[in-house]
Antibody, heavy 127, light 111 residues
Framework: QLQLQESGPGLVKPSETLSLTCTVS??????????WGWIRQPPGKGLEWIGS???????YYNPSLKSRVTISVDTSKNQFSLKLSSVTAADTAVYYC???????????????????WGQGTTVTVSS | DIVMTQTPLSLSVTPGQPASISCKSS???????????LYWYLQKPGQPPQLLIY???NRFSGVPDRFSGSGSGTDFTLKISRVEAEDVGVYYC????????FGGGTKVEIK
């Protein structure tokens, strides 16, 4: 059974870089059928997609965060990671990683909805 | 970005009764490949979201058949035929035809 587990510091100082890792178990991150993504949820609020990566390193980012986000993959460790720079209190949230099926169409790649989620990790931005 | 608008914001339902949630998108979710990339999720208290419905009307593996999705273009509906206590939580719709965006959520509670 596929499982995803987020890890990383729970507290980050303003202006610093948030770094999280998602470890995939029970399956290979190198599967050709999926992208792998990050989603966040501020306290008491809704969900925001951050970005997604394919095992080859191809990425898609939310334009609203693109200037501050880097998502990378390490297939040897079956992990993918998120870095979010210049954080502020507005970046305080539960961060989830997830598996995302995709389709290749003649019009390009369409990434589908998240079908397997990690439990989430809370990150607080505070001095 | 495509804006997803859900109604109602909250719903209080008697067990065994039906429930319906609406989701409207600011643009059509029909892709040129013929598929409509609209999804429904349920986030139970203290848990991550779980996929219920993909591409408008397909139940994800293990999802009870009391959940059904319908709609087209910009108007979509999630229906629960007979609400059970385990169905409480916040329901979200989501689109992936462009930059992935979620609706604001509909909180379902039991009377």
């Amino acid at each position: 059974q596929l499982q995803l587990q987020e890890s990383g510091p729970g507290l980050v100082k303003p202006s610093e870089t948030l770094s999280l890792t998602c470890t995939v178990s029970g399956g290979s991150i190198s599967s050709s059928s999926y992208y792998w993504g990050w989603i966040r949820q501020p306290p008491g609020k809704g969900l925001e997609w951050i970005g997604s990566i394919y095992y080859s390193g191809s990425t898609y980012y939310n334009p609203s965060l693109k200037s501050r986000v880097t998502i990378s993959v390490d297939t040897s460790k079956n992990q993918f990671s998120l870095k979010l720079s210049s954080v502020t209190a507005a970046d305080t949230a539960v961060y989830y990683c997830a598996r995302m099926p995709y389709a290749i169409t003649i019009f390009g790649v369409v990434i589908g909805g998240m079908d397997v989620w990690g439990q989430g990790t809370t990150v607080t931005v505070s001095s | 970005d495509i804006v997803m608008t859900q109604t109602p914001l909250s719903l209080s339902v008697t067990p065994g009764q039906p429930a319906s949630i609406s989701c409207k998108s600011s643009q059509s979710l029909l892709h040129s490949d013929g598929k409509t990339y609209l999804y429904w999720y349920l986030q139970k208290p203290g848990q991550p979201p779980q996929l219920l419905i993909y591409e408008v009307s397909n139940r994800f593996s293990g999802v009870p058949d009391r959940f059904s999705g319908s709609g087209s273009g910009t108007d979509f509906t999630l229906k629960i035929s007979r609400v059970e206590a385990e169905d409480v939580g916040v329901y979200y719709c989501m689109q992936s035809i462009q930059v992935l965006t979620f609706g604001g959520g509909t909180k379902v509670e039991i009377k």
